[in-house]
């Protein structure tokens, strides 16, 4: 059988854009943060992640700018060969010192920082255990992993007891949940899993790619529940609040400097250019002088999950600025989808398998920078575009 045959049979995304309900890859002219532009017409963005707006800062900008003047564009190896740069380890040093760790270690991406650390750590008489809401690379890294994997449901603490019971004791155990669900914009119930790793014996690793900048007065959601030094890894991204591409993870000496000469896609991907490593440092000064960022996307999240309630939209249970719209149907959650986004409004839908069938959503998230202006014509957009879709 030829292995191509599976291609020419996928037809749903070409379906999809024969009827013009086609979500993905939509080319933009520009992206200047809270608009962007598409075929000459503005757009009011409610799809990033750059929570802080901090993506077309002036400081930001002009760190990448002199980085490049300083290092070139790329530095064409793994950090493990030729790839490391003095940037890179000062921004390590103080990454460590703003999530409240030891040590951390950079990687090319977040999904490299989750599959390099997870497998190099689960080796085969190891269990790791995971959230089912659990963001993909995180489940990927634990499948490069040995071990054996198990879940428990989405934040139930009582389920998540049964599966600890129900691994030998000499086995190695790690817990790893989001520290913010990508989806549904909740939080890790934290303060009942360090309990329950600690009677169990168990390790704790928070990926809070969408918590950094946003929880815990910008440095997690570990923070946030006053436990960094109750949770053994703290894992993010750079390509969200910090405002540029990479990620890293921070934990005890030992533990890092294992993973710095074990973690794969470490050793086997080149670094991230200068550039990138001087954005995300412009970020955390810029976060360390300006608190009130922080508070200033917590509260427009306040303001619009209260005005998506009011209006008679599911959003679950957000308590952060990601604010899903649960639509429950895919054909309604598309047509939602294209009315929002001619009628001026960027989101992102959200189909099975990625969430739960009659979970599909219309993903929402803002920034610091969002006015109440264009949130108020958000929510203008969404009533009207609901009523007519009988969704609200």
């Not at 969200?240 to 470490?266: V, Y």
Request: proline content about 3%.
């Amino acid at each position: 059988m030829d292995i191509f045959k599976k291609c020419s049979q996928f037809t749903k995304a070409k379906d999809a854009m024969e009827q013009g309900l086609y979500p993905y890859f939509i080319p933009l002219d520009e992206n200047e943060g809270t608009e962007v532009v598409y075929e000459g017409k503005r757009i009011i963005m409610c799809g990033s992640n750059n929570y802080l707006g901090l993506t077309t800062h002036p400081k930001v900008k002009e760190a990448a700018k002199q980085a490049v003047d300083r290092y070139g564009t790329s530095c064409t190896g793994s950090r493990f060969l030729n790839g490391t740069l003095k940037i890179h380890e000062q921004l390590e040093h103080e990454l460590a010192e703003f999530v409240g760790k030891q040590e951390a270690l950079i990687f090319s991406t977040g999904m490299q920082t989750n599959l390099g650390t997870i497998s190099s750590l689960i080796g085969r008489d190891d269990v790791v255990i995971l959230d089912k809401e659990d963001h993909a690379s995180i489940v990927d890294g634990a499948r490069l992993g040995f071990g054996k994997i198990e879940r428990f449901r989405h934040n139930d603490i009582d389920h998540l007891e049964r599966v600890l019971k129900s691994i030998p004791e000499e086995k190695g155990k790690l817990i790893i949940v989001d520290g913010v669900f990508s989806m549904g914009g909740d939080l890790a119930d934290l303060p009942g899993i360090v309990p329950l790793a600690k009677k169990y014996n168990v390790r704790v690793m928070v990926d809070d790619a969408h918590g950094m900048g946003v929880t815990g007065d910008g440095r997690g959601t570990a923070a946030q529940f006053g436990l960094t030094d109750e949770v053994d890894l703290i894992m993010s991204t750079f390509s969200k609040a910090f405002a540029s591409l990479g990620g890293f993870i921070a934990g005890d000496a030992e533990t890092i400097h294992f993973i710095k000469h074990n973690a794969r896609s470490l050793i086997f991907s080149a670094s991230i250019p200068a550039a990138n490593a001087a954005s995300v440092l412009a970020v955390l000064d810029i976060i360390r002088k300006e608190p009130e960022r922080v508070m200033r996307v917590n509260e427009i999240a306040d303001y619009m999950q209260k005005s998506f309630r009011e209006t008679g939209f599911n959003i679950g249970d957000s308590v952060t600025p990601i604010i899903p719209v649960i639509i429950g149907d895919d054909t309604k959650t598309f047509m939602m989808w294209k009315y929002l986004f001619e009628k001026g409004v960027f989101v992102n839908p959200v189909i099975s398998p990625a969430v739960a069938p009659g979970q599909q959503l219309l993903r929402t998230s803002y920034m610091a920078t969002h006015t109440y202006e264009q949130m108020d014509r958000v929510l203008q957009i969404f009533k009207q575009v609901g009523k007519e879709l009988g969704i609200n």
